[in-house]
């Protein structure tokens, strides 16, 4: 079936090339579909969805009308935005959505929360790069049909046609140190990550020499996780580390056990070397 779209998209693809300078040619997304996208991007009203390659303006026009979210549909076809103009305005939605005609390999990505887009396999692989460095950590992708190969998605859903949510994530490859002060004492963390998209995996040096594992690391947007195991003590203890991420810091908190043994910890780390 996926195959059969593929090659039925790329076909209508080649006849409009004849005709336009399309990357991509308009085939809109079924309304079962729409809302499956706009459920798997969990879209609230604070957000602002940017629609790459709008075409009638449904995606996001339901973004406004069922959840009264803002944004933006950008599109090379000028018809498809007076058709999105006009839509909108049928559906009460013109004050919180606007329909640009501009070519979306040009466009500021910047400003969305969710980005939506129907395209291409070729057009997704070519966006990827600036996908991943214009867009904020914790920005939700979704794609209908197709994937971007070697980036894994947080989430595939499958509702008559396959959708694919990636969480941009935050850039964390590199080497930090932090300084946690344990109930024996201070102890300095070298921590190096190695990151591929979102998956992530490490090892933390501390003292003379000693190496521990950064066991159960995750990345999600913004957010990281993992946990240290402390040997400071009498008795091995868990440190599960969770924190935000910005620029040149990782910092927030460190539950030092479980239970009644557990201790709150606080935790800043700043960035030594690495991507950025
Ligand atoms: C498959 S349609 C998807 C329409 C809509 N997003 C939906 O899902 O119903 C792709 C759209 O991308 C537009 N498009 C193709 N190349 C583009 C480009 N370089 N910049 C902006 N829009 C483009 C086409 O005009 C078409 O409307």
């Not at 070697?150 to 850039?171: G, M």
Request: net charge neutral; hydrophobic share 40%.
């Amino acid at each position: 079936m996926r195959v059969f779209v593929a090659a039925a998209v790329c076909l209508v693809s080649s006849a409009a090339h004849a005709q336009f300078p399309f990357d991509v040619p308009f085939v809109p997304t079924p309304p079962v579909v729409v809302e499956e996208i706009l459920r798997l991007a969990n879209v609230v009203p604070d957000d602002f969805v940017m629609d790459l390659g709008s075409g009638d303006g449904r995606i996001l026009i339901a973004a406004a009308r069922k959840f009264g979210a803002r944004g933006i549909g950008v599109d090379l076809d000028p018809d498809r935005i007076e058709e999105s103009l006009y839509s909108a305005q049928l559906q009460g939605v013109s004050d919180r959505v606007e329909f640009q005609q501009a070519d979306l390999f040009k466009f500021d990505f910047s400003r969305a929360t969710v980005v939506t887009m129907y395209l291409l396999p070729s057009v997704n692989m070519k966006l990827r790069p600036r996908l991943l460095r214009e867009l904020k950590p914790g920005t939700r992708i979704v794609s209908h049909d197709f994937d971007m190969e070697d980036w894994q998605p947080d989430q595939k859903s499958t509702v008559r046609k396959n959708v694919f949510l990636w969480i941009v994530p935050a850039r964390v490859e590199g080497r930090w140190r932090t300084t946690v002060v344990l109930p024996a004492g201070e102890r300095s963390y070298d921590i190096e990550i190695r990151q591929k998209f979102q998956e992530i995996d490490g090892l933390a040096r501390y003292g003379d020499r000693k190496v521990a594992g950064l066991w159960n690391p995750r990345l999600r947007g913004d957010r990281v996780s993992f946990v240290i195991v402390d040997d400071s003590g009498s008795l091995d203890t868990n440190l599960y580390f969770e924190g935000r991420v910005s620029r040149d810091a990782m910092e927030g908190t460190i539950q030092r056990g479980i239970g009644r043994d557990q201790q709150q910890l606080s935790w800043r780390a700043t960035r030594v070397t690495g991507a950025n």
